[in-house]
T-cell receptor, first 110, second 116 residues
Framework: EDQVTQSPEALRLQEGESSSLNCSYTVSGLRGLFWYRQDPGKGPEFLFTLYSAGEEKEKERLKATLTKKESFLHITAPKPEDSATYLCAVGGLDDYKLSFGAGTTVTVRA | GAVVSQHPSRVICKSGTSVKIECRSLDFQATTMFWYRQFPKQSLMLMATSNEGSKATYEQGVEKDKFLINHASLTLSTLTVTSAHPEDSSFYIC????????????FGSGTRLTVV
């Protein structure tokens, strides 16, 4: 069974204070690792898909990296509008289902 | 980009009644759609997977007779909560997968169901 563990559960940052979120995973065969952003009361918004160890992707202040066991989401010089819950999910090779972690809630103070 | 429209966004119903939630992919064909349930401050729990024209596959512990899923076309899936009870109150979210993974799975905006 695929498993995804995210840490920390919550992260409070000062505006401009860079930090990283961790996503540890176990899957028999990785089809893709997905990062999403979710705002309160809304559905998740897609950020990145990573496919293999060593891969990196960037979007504005966010950068996602992947190893064989974990993924990191780096937030560089965050702004208050980066406050959200960030979800990590893995998809295996057996089917198209995604297994989600519990998320990291990021709060950025001005 | 890909858009999934989910309606209604909020619904309040009386205990014992049924509620239907719609999920439409607006600008792409969704080969597979997924239905999730999310409790406050918790992650998404997959309820079922549906493919167009075939019966939905339910996750273990999800009552298929209570949560009826219909995927009649490549752009529409519906979830009907039958004989709803207060414990069914939750945030329900659909997602749709198009042709590949590069753009992720597109999620609807969610439906807040309250059963009174």
């Amino acid at each position: 069974e695929d498993q995804v563990t995210q840490s920390p559960e919550a992260l409070r940052l000062q505006e401009g204070e860079s930090s990283s979120l961790n996503c540890s995973y176990t899957v028999s065969g990785l089809r893709g690792l997905f990062w999403y952003r979710q705002d309160p009361g809304k559905g998740p918004e897609f950020l990145f898909t990573l496919y293999s160890a060593g891969e990196e992707k960037e979007k504005e202040r966010l950068k996602a990296t992947l190893t064989k066991k974990e993924s990191f989401l780096h937030i560089t010089a965050p702004k208050p509008e980066d406050s959200a819950t960030y979800l990590c999910a893995v998809g295996g090779l057996d089917d198209y289902k995604l297994s989600f972690g519990a998320g990291t809630t990021v709060t950025v103070r001005a | 980009g890909a858009v999934v429209s989910q309606h209604p966004s909020r619904v309040i119903c009386k205990s014992g009644t049924s509620v239907k939630i719609e999920c439409r992919s607006l600008d792409f064909q969704a080969t597979t759609m997924f239905w999730y349930r999310q409790f406050p401050k918790q992650s998404l729990m997959l309820m079922a997977t549906s493919n167009e024209g075939s019966k939905a596959t339910y996750e273990q512990g999800v009552e298929k007779d209570k949560f009826l899923i219909n995927h009649a076309s490549l752009t529409l899936s519906t979830l009907t909560v039958t004989s709803a009870h207060p414990e069914d109150s939750s945030f329900y979210i659909c997602s749709a997968r198009g042709a590949g993974d590069e753009h992720g799975y597109t999620f609807g905006s969610g439906t807040r169901l309250t059963v009174v």
